[in-house]
């Protein structure tokens, strides 16, 4: 019984290794000019224009965010089952690299990609461009270590929580495919120094001591209550009048009320 809640970690890693497998894996779309004319077309035989880009991302998405839900999850039944162990505490850390950290790394590894196919030449761009990718599970990893490490107790987290920086990169797939009332935000997406300054501006929020709600209710989180109600009510509305976009709009106020409630929760 004592295993149970390991289980449900390594299933959190099960589901982050599909997410890698489905991020590299290229789909054909259907060639839409509001997306943007980022290689040359192809045409199949019934004259539909198609682009080979990996549309598979957004399956990737998917599956971090089962990833995250079962994070969620796991701790919540060690503590309702008395099985929380030093073990488990080390299992739910690698867990976590591979799901929020590399998975992600490779959704913007991807997005690199394509950002840079817009340019002419674009498809011969060196690789050394799209390994700053890599720098987000690098971050990930030392505030996991470091947290492992840590035998203070807090309320909230020092840095930012790796699966809420893996959430955020997950919701870029969703919100370029399937987010048509929110075009505005492609030329963003499909701009590479859009995702290099996304890269640093995670990357620093993991590796910071900055004091960060903690989405977990428990006795010690009592006083925590007003902030994640401000939270819930703020990503729910903003799920209803923007879709996919409420993802990144949710993690700035996420971040705000960290700050505001910084003293609540250090």
Known sequence: MK????IFTLLNLFFGCIAIVYAVQPGLVPLYQDAGNFLTPEVNEAGIQY???????????????????????????????????????????????????VAPAMIVFEFLRMSFAQKDGGLSTSFLFFIPAFILPCAGAFRLARYNLDTTLH?????????????????????FWYNSN??????????YWFWYILIIFISYLMISKLPMLSLKINKK?????????????????MAIFFGWLAVPLTFV?????????KQSIS
């Open 182 to 191: 929110t075009e505005w935000v492609i030329p963003f997406i499909t701009n």
């Open 51 to 101: 682009l080979s880009i990996p549309q598979n991302i957004c399956i990737a998405s998917l599956f971090i965010g089962m990833a995250a839900l079962i994070d969620f999850l796991d701790g919540f039944i060690a503590r309702l089952m008395h099985a929380s162990s030093d073990m488990g505490k080390q299992l739910d850390s690698l867990a976590d690299v591979v799901s929020f950290g």
């Open 155 to 175: 309320v909230g987290f020092k840095g930012l929580p790796i699966p809420a920086a893996g959430i955020l990169i997950a919701s870029f797939p969703l919100l």
């Open 253 to 261: 106020a996420y971040l705000i009320i960290s700050l505001l409630y």
């Open 221 to 237: 989180s009592r006083g925590t209550f007003i902030p994640l109600a401000i939270l819930l009510i703020f990503g729910v509305l």
């Open 3 to 6: 295993q149970i809640p390991n």
